[in-house]
C-alpha cells in the first residue's frame, strides 16, 4: 500500500512537470480510489439514477485529460480535487434532469392524464452544492474537510496532514460543519 502511494505522488508530480503520458500510467493506480469516491456520492441516490460510478469516473478522466498545467502537492491533494470534480459533475447532471423534468421541449399534458405516484426524491447535489459553497464563503476549512471527510474517506489524521492543522480541529470542524450542513439542508 505505502508503494502505492509513493508510486502515485511519483506519477502525479511527472505530471505536474509537464510528462503528458504520467495521467495514462497514474489512472490504473487510482481508478479504484476514484470509484470509491464515486460509490460514495451515490449512497444516498435511488437505484435508477441515470449516471453511475464507473461513467462519473470516466467523465472525471475526460475532465483530468483537458488540464494542461496541473501543480499536485500530494495524493490528498489529487483525490481532494477528484472528490470536487465529481461533486460539480453530479451538480450539472442534475441540473440538466431538474430542467427534462420541468418540461424543457415537452407539451404540457391536461390534468386529467396525472396521476397521484409518490416518487422517491433523490438526493439533491444542487442544494448540496450551494451549501458547500456558503460553507467557503464562512469557512474555507470546514468546507474542505468536508470534502475530504465525506467524499475521499480520508481520516482526521490524513485530512490534519493536508491541511497543516492537528487532527483535533479537523475533528471540530467535521462537528462544525456536519451541524452547519444538516441545519442548511433541512427542508
Do not use: C
Not at 126 to 131: G, V
Request: no cysteine; net charge positive.
Amino acid at each position: 500500500m505505502n508503494d502505492d502511494r509513493s508510486e502515485i505522488t511519483r506519477r502525479l508530480i511527472a505530471w505536474s512537470e509537464g510528462d503528458e503520458s504520467a495521467l495514462e500510467r497514474l489512472m490504473p493506480l487510482v481508478e479504484k480510489e476514484l470509484r470509491r469516491i464515486a460509490e460514495r456520492y451515490f449512497e444516498r441516490e435511488d437505484s435508477g439514477h441515470t449516471l453511475q460510478p464507473t461513467a462519473l469516473v470516466n467523465e472525471l478522466y475526460l475532465r483530468l485529460v483537458g488540464r494542461r498545467r496541473v501543480s499536485w502537492n500530494n495524493r490528498a491533494h489529487f483525490f481532494g480535487f477528484a472528490a470536487d470534480t465529481m461533486r460539480k459533475i453530479l451538480v450539472d447532471h442534475a441540473r440538466i434532469r431538474r430542467a427534462e423534468k420541468r418540461g424543457k421541449g415537452v407539451r404540457p399534458l391536461p390534468l386529467d392524464y396525472v396521476t397521484e405516484v409518490e416518487a422517491p426524491q433523490p438526493f439533491d447535489f444542487p442544494a448540496l452544492d450551494q451549501a458547500l459553497r456558503r460553507l467557503a464563503e464562512i469557512d474555507p476549512r470546514q468546507e474542505r474537510v468536508v470534502v475530504l471527510r465525506a467524499f475521499t474517506g480520508l481520516t482526521h489524521e490524513e485530512i490534519a496532514g493536508v491541511l497543516g492543522v492537528t487532527s483535533r480541529t479537523v475533528k471540530r470542524d467535521w462537528r462544525t460543519a456536519r451541524l452547519w450542513l444538516h441545519k442548511e439542508l433541512k427542508p
